[in-house]
């Protein structure tokens, strides 16, 4: 046998060695990812950035969820209990739908109509499990069973997979996360499967003058996800930091346009979505009353307003009815 025979069969050996070691180490993960992506909710959670869900009274008011739920890598952090909450800038958005209640809608038809458990209705709404619907209210629609989770300083991934048993590889897999990806306060995870707490996490008690007006115009859309108002006016108007705090992000999203994120000193994360002008940058540092922004109507928007939610407290504007006209 030549050298050059001798060197080929060493090369396919190496070859089928490295094939049956791979297929062994990879395939059990990938089967692990392929039964969670065939499960009720992943599939639908890929709906494109483009579309708008009008059917049947729905809508979608906060999407895309996973952005297609690609991960980068295979690799899980090797610690889960890193901290969350204080690290990269990774941003991520929530599919959740507002459905606005029909006549005859009951908790118990709209759990089988949204294919969702009916404590995930209760939970995601604040609602008993005996709750009468009122015609025209809306419920936020999660999709899939689970829990709706807003990260709060000092979480851990672990913790939250425990608090609220699921199982911490489940919930970055759900959420398109790898270990290039950790969370900042006021970020929202779904944790599928996940169950209510006996003692579930409590808003920021927040003084009635911590917040001022974000802006002139008149309330367009009432509360909706995530525990947002809108308030509308002319493209152009002034965007202002509701309280003082520091710039998180600062950028374009698909959905929410060009917006900004604030923390601030108590914990409670500000979204001003939809901007045409972004005048700050993260990491930056503002004061109350400082402009952020400029109202606009980009993202999934249909005319010039402010997407503006709060994160951990309640939002201040829902004091105000629909069609009210706020003055800075």
Known sequence: MSKRQVSGWLLFLFIATFSVVFCFS????KGRLYSLE?????QQARIALSSLDTTENVFVSATNLLLGNSLKGLSFPGDSSSTLASLTDYDYQQQLRSYQIQEEDTLGSLAEKFEVSLDTLAWANDLSLSAVLQPGQYLDILPVSGILYLVRSGDTLSQIASAYQARAEE???????DDSNVLLVGDLLII?????????????????????LPTNGYISQGLHPYNAIDIANECG?????AAGGTVQKAGW?????????????NGVVTYYGHLSKI???????VVPGQQVGLMGATGHATGCHLHFDVRGATNPLTRYSLGTVLQY
């Open 253 to 265: 999203i698909a959905i929410g346009g060009n917006r900004v994120r604030i923390l601030h000193s």
């Open 171 to 177: 919930i970055l897999i759900f959420n398109g996360l």
């Open 192 to 212: 599928p499967d996940g169950k209510k707490p006996t003692e579930a996490p409590i808003l920021t008690p927040v003084a009635s003058s911590y917040f001022i």
């Open 237 to 241: 108007t002034p965007i202002y930091a």
């Open 38 to 42: 065939n499960r009720k909710g992943f």
């Open 26 to 29: 990879y395939y059990p993960t």
């Open 279 to 285: 005048l700050v940058a993260s990491g930056q540092k």
